[in-house]
């Protein structure tokens, strides 16, 4: 028969020759609006530490803290770091990625409200500290509802109806923010003005009476009658009889 051999053999590996480690657990410990704090644990034989934000070396620090500054207000960072021994410098760490504070938007104040004619309000209010626009919120019943967004602090209301009471408030936007409404503000919108009649024709009907009829006026719902410059009658529709005249006598109608 045939016997089997048996050997052994072995491997030495020695920890020393292991390669240096990235940094773990890495931590956002504070956020402002220009700043963010990095910490994490310490490596074995790390002499020191680079941080990056994308490909770009911030810093080299002996210590397991950084404070990247003079960020960008409400602006998202990507952060890794590398253990660094000697010309030694490990892989990156686990991507970081964190965002710095926005500014805090205020209120706007001194909101306006002024007709402007029948269909139209004109609103005007103090700009808002750090506000990029402004909510414009029409009050119905008590409750908001949005009518536009503006960046300015002046916006002109459209598509109202004539002779009727309107109130509005606004609000200032930055980003995710929103503020408080400012107080209500009301203006009653003008009512329609009527457009002068045309055509006006005058027929004898007998010797005592004249019939008058004319072509509407543009948002007329009635009309004087004025004979020689006197106000003699009034109509709805578009035919007005004068009557009890004097025969033989010339009248001017308008």
Excluded at 112 to 124: E, F, Q, R
Excluded at 125 to 145: P, R
Excluded at 225 to 241: C, F, P, Q, S
Aim: net charge negative.
């Amino acid at each position: 028969f045939v016997a089997a051999a048996e050997s052994a053999f072995s491997v030495n590996i020695s920890i020393e020759n292991a390669p240096l480690a990235p940094p773990t657990e890495i931590y956002v410990t504070d956020v402002t609006e220009t700043t963010i704090t990095l910490t994490w644990n310490a490596v074995e034989k790390a002499e020191s530490y680079n941080v990056y934000e994308g490909e770009t070396l911030l810093a080299n620090v002996a210590e397991t803290t950084y404070t990247a500054e003079g960020l960008e207000v409400y602006t998202e960072y990507h952060f890794v770091i590398k253990s660094v021994a000697g010309e030694e410098l490990s892989f990156a760490s686990e991507e970081i990625v964190a965002k710095t504070k926005d500014l805090v938007v205020g209120k706007p104040s001194g909101l306006t409200a002024i007709a402007t004619g029948s269909s139209t309000v004109a609103l005007a209010w103090t700009a808002a500290e750090n506000a990029l626009a402004y909510n414009i919120y029409e009050i119905v019943s008590g409750n908001a509802e949005l009518v536009d967004v503006t960046s300015g602090t002046i916006y002109t209301v459209t598509d109202l109806l004539p002779n009727t009471p309107y109130f509005f408030a606004v609000s200032a936007v930055r980003n995710e923010q929103e503020s408080e409404r400012t107080s209500t503000a009301y203006a009653i919108t003008s009512d329609l003005i009527p457009g002068a009649p045309s055509n006006l024709v005058a027929t004898i009907i007998d010797i005592t009476s004249i019939a008058l009829t004319w072509e509407e006026g543009e948002n007329a719902t009635g009309y004087n009658i004025y004979r020689d410059d006197v106000k003699v009658g009034e109509a709805t529709g578009l035919m007005y009889v004068d009557r009890d005249l004097v025969q033989g006598t010339e009248y001017c109608y308008t």
